[in-house]
């Protein structure tokens, strides 16, 4: 093997064990879904204020106070329904359905009510990120 092959090998193996130990939380996969498909209209910190909402014909929700506006409760189930979507919805409003982007594993997730809801795993991680944005 050669120094350079070496050294590279050597790298790669520090940043596959840097990797092993630090397994991305619900929460940071969220983020990285929100950064993706929702900081363009919703900006960084959920404010409504992302680089293309003033070019929209109706202000982005700031997602920073959707708890403050249902009594200091996180709307999940609220929240869920409206990014994902649902057949008619679409119409109602600027944004779009997400739900075939956040396809992905079907895990179980309760409900306020106690209800047991089959949900796509990459949509409960955006949920538990905007709920990290609560003002």
């Known amino acids: 093997m050669t120094n350079t092959g070496y050294a590279v090998a050597v790298m790669m193996a520090a940043g596959l064990a840097g990797c092993a130990g630090s397994e991305d ?14 900081v363009s209209c919703h900006g960084p910190s959920g404010q409504g204020d992302g680089p293309i909402a003033d070019q929209l014909p109706s202000a982005p929700v700031d997602l920073s106070m959707l708890s403050a506006s249902n009594d200091g409760v996180f709307p999940a189930e609220r929240v869920m ?26 895990v179980e997730w309760t409900s306020p009510q106690g209800e047991t809801v089959l949900t796509p795993q990459p949509l409960l991680d955006l949920v538990t990120y905007l709920e990290t944005l609560q003002e």
Do not use: N, W
């Open 25 to 38: 939380t619900t929460a940071d996969k969220g983020q990285s879904i929100y950064e993706s498909f929702c």
């Open 81 to 106: 329904t409206q990014v994902y979507g649902y057949p008619g919805r679409y119409h109602q409003g600027m944004m779009p359905e997400f739900g075939p982007v956040l396809s992905g594993p079907m």
